[in-house]
């Protein structure tokens, strides 16, 4: 796979999500959506991912030979950030719990179902690139085995991402109709909880890899 191809179809995704990303995170700071806010740091998380994908794709252009090492770096870096994002998180959620505001449901559901056909138009050309890279050539695998590591993983996240949309949308869809006010910052805490599992997941594979690194 020509690693300019991969570079056009990143920098597509990145800025697609972080427009969404903007526009959740402020409706759902002016609707006192919790569920919407996560949602809206979630959908940063995997931009941060597909932004770390795209800074070693760039260096393993530059530097032939290093990528290995520049995808380990990176990917440790990231699950660092995604780490304290998920304890925000988790601590504002917790907060609302104990002091509640009014929900604008209406808005926080449009701006949600766009999030997640946003979220869903990434899971399609991400997986386009990840599935393209499945066939290529022995030599090519093992040069960029990494780097398709570092793409399953921002893929994998986008498709978690995606399924906290949907269950934001469960979590204001109930709210508004049954009344049950207390799933959304229960949703943001979820979400909050994916983000980190995902970082810890993360740090040690970035960790072993790094470790093996300075064994050779």
């Not at 770096?73 to 959620?93: K, P, R």
Request: hydrophobic share 50%; glycine share 8%; with cysteine.
């Amino acid at each position: 796979m020509d690693n300019k191809v991969l570079k056009k179809r990143t920098i597509a995704v990145i800025v697609i999500t972080l427009i969404t990303m903007f526009a959740e995170i402020f409706y759902g700071i002016t609707t006192h959506s919790m569920a919407l806010t996560a949602d809206g740091f979630h959908m940063g998380t995997h931009a941060l991912a597909l932004c770390i994908t795209l800074a070693v794709c760039l260096l393993a252009i530059k530097f032939q030979g290093k990528d290995e090492k520049f995808n380990a770096l990176g990917g440790y870096t990231s699950a660092i950030l995604l780490g304290f994002t998920s304890i925000a998180i988790i601590w504002e959620s917790v907060e609302r719990f104990f002091k509640p505001l009014s929900i604008s449901f209406t808005d926080a559901i449009i701006v949600a179902v766009i999030g997640l056909v946003v979220n869903l138009i990434c899971v399609l050309v991400m997986g386009g690139v990840h599935h393209h890279h499945g066939h290529s050539h022995c030599r090519e695998h093992q040069e960029y085995e990494h780097e398709n590591l570092n793409y399953k993983a921002a893929y994998l996240h986008i498709l978690a991402d995606a399924f906290t949309s949907i269950l934001a949308i469960g979590a204001l869809l109930l709210g508004k109709y049954c009344g049950f006010v207390f799933l959304d910052p229960a949703i943001g805490i979820l979400g909050g909880i994916i983000i980190a599992k995902w970082a810890i997941g993360l740090i040690k594979s970035s960790s072993l890899i790094l470790l093996d690194f300075e064994q050779h």
